[in-house]
């Protein structure tokens, strides 16, 4: 194993690798699965996996992560793993309870954009705010993710990820558009010019706001999903700003084209 393996993994469970002495990989798997437990064993393999394909998109893409990027999206692929495994067994126990809902966004106002934006943190490290946007039709022109080091506090993030809505325009080029959030007080906070705990960013949104046609707007979770979803996925991202333009990061999570409800 690389140092950069070493690295990525608990000292519990590096005490565990070094007893192994299988010189061949495969039987080397097969021993750790029989010596480790469940949770330990997909840790590890899943942090095989993210290295081995960080390492083929360098050597291939030149495109180059960090070891942080890689533990990221680690921990978060193990939570999504819990996550869809709760949710089977959810749907095993009480079938009943699960119920899709058949709800469409809101389509904006004729002539103007709209931009749904959500926000996402790991308690203790980091936090993200992101943004996505269509035109009045339903099409996609773009998306953007902030994340920052250091914020975790859930309503300071989502008057970030307002702040980004705002961000998102400039990119696209556009000055009439519509920002939906699920965070019904920031958006109070919003229409009322509050000066609050996060005051300073209401007044920095507020001040943009004025050279443009834009209003924020509260919508419920079932329809702000996509900014959801690209707010979860943005955990695993360095840090700093990334944008899309034209073609989302993943089509399953934010297709080309969504219908409005009318």
């Known amino acids: ?26 039987k080397w798997l097969f021993t750790l ?37 890689i533990m990221s999206f680690v921990d978060r692929y193990i939570d999504e793993l819990e996550v869809i495994n709760g949710r089977q067994e959810s749907v095993r126990i009480e079938p009943r309870m699960v119920h899709i809902s058949g709800r469409k966004p809101k389509a904006p106002p004729m002539g103007y954009a709209k931009i749904n934006v ?38 300071m993030l989502e008057t970030i990820a307002c702040r980004e ?5 400039a990119d696209l080029h556009l000055n009439q558009f519509v920002i939906a959030s699920d965070a019904k007080e920031v958006v109070s906070a919003i229409h009322n010019d509050s000066m609050g705990a996060y005051g300073a960013i209401i007044k920095e949104i507020r001040v943009q ?32 700003r990334h944008v ?7 089509l399953n999570c934010i297709p080309l084209h969504v219908v409005f409800d009318e």
Do not use: Y
């Open 1 to 26: 194993m690389s140092r950069c393996t070493w690295a990525l993994v608990d000292r519990e469970l590096l005490q565990k690798l070094a007893s192994t002495t299988e010189p061949k990989a495969k």
């Open 33 to 69: 699965m029989e010596l480790l437990s469940h949770a330990e064993f997909v840790k590890l393999s899943v942090t095989l996996w993210a290295i081995w394909a960080a390492r083929r998109k360098a050597i291939h893409e030149g495109i180059f992560q960090s070891p942080h990027a």
């Open 118 to 155: 959500d926000a996402g943190c790991r308690k203790g490290s980091w936090g993200t705010a992101a943004a996505v946007c269509r035109d009045n039709t339903g099409t996609f022109l773009g998306s953007s993710a902030l994340v920052i080091r250091g914020v975790d506090d859930p309503a």
């Open 165 to 169: 809505g705002l961000a998102l325009p």
């Open 209 to 240: 706001q004025s050279s443009l046609h834009c209003n924020f707007c509260f919508e419920g979770r079932l329809n702000n999903l996509e900014a959801h979803r690209l707010a979860k996925h943005s955990l695993s991202l360095g840090l700093g």
């Open 244 to 250: 899309w333009l034209g073609q989302p990061h993943d």
